[in-house]
């Protein structure tokens, strides 16, 4: 069933992405394994999923220490300070930085471990869909040069979770937003590449704003049983 539901959400990826004219080589689908068992991840690998994507340090981190092959780990909830210990190793993008001093400790254990670690700075560009993310323009910049300035690490791009509700247009809108800042971003010096943006519900829409990154859950691996 996990291999149908990734050949039935790699088909509406295709489509999507041949009715814009777009890559779909310029798509990573990353499948989102929180709550989900180590034979879950292996059957979802099987079937061809190379990023794995995490909400939760600890979970990460036992989960890498299982499974280890060829997987691209991808962290993508929110991060506190002290919890970037368990996460340095085994991500290989950490999609929610989303203040300085956060980057300053991630930058500080990547060079512990000779490691040059991609992230992402995560924008709030919504009230209701979570309490993390960067909103203040002057602190975007801010902790962007940060970023740029730190020899371990290296930006990437912006991530986003648009609000939860029914109401497309306003999805559009968080998701134009993030593409926006990027441009401004890369307008005034920045290499930015990737937005990560689109959930199981909103990914169709992500890619027609120009998402890079899905993070896919549910429709990959059902409804979750708590979280
Ligand atoms: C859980 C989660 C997802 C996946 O959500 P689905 O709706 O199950 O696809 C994506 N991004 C983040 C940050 C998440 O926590």
């Known amino acids: 069933m996990i291999s149908d539901n990734i050949k039935r959400l790699e088909e509406k990826i295709l489509n999507k992405c041949s009715s814009l004219g777009r890559d779909r080589n310029d798509i990573k689908l990353i499948g989102v394994t929180k709550t989900q068992p180590i ?97 203040d323009e002057k602190e975007i910049f801010e902790t962007a040069e940060y970023c740029v300035k730190s020899s371990n690490l290296n930006l990437i791009g912006l991530m986003t979770i648009a609000p939860f509700t029914d109401n497309t247009e306003l999805i559009r809108k968080s998701f134009i937003q993030l593409r926006k800042l990027k441009e401004k971003l890369n307008d005034s010096g920045f290499h930015l590449t990737e937005l990560s943006m689109g959930m199981s519900n909103d990914f169709e829409i992500a890619i027609e704003e120009g998402s890079t990154m899905l993070r896919i859950g549910t429709a990959i691996f059902g409804e979750r049983i708590n979280n």
């Open 39 to 135: 034979e879950i991840i292996r059957q979802a690998v099987d079937a061809g999923l190379k990023d794995i994507g995490e909400n939760k340090a600890q979970e990460l981190k036992e989960k890498y220490e299982k499974l280890t092959n060829g997987i691209k780990w991808h962290f993508i909830g929110h991060l506190q300070t002290n919890k970037v210990k368990y996460v340095i190793k085994a991500a290989d993008f950490i999609h929610s930085v989303d203040s300085i001093k956060l980057a300053e400790e991630i930058n500080k254990r990547a060079f512990q471990i000779g490691k040059r670690q991609n992230v992402l700075l995560e924008i709030k560009t919504s009230n209701e869909a979570t309490k993390f993310g960067l909103v």
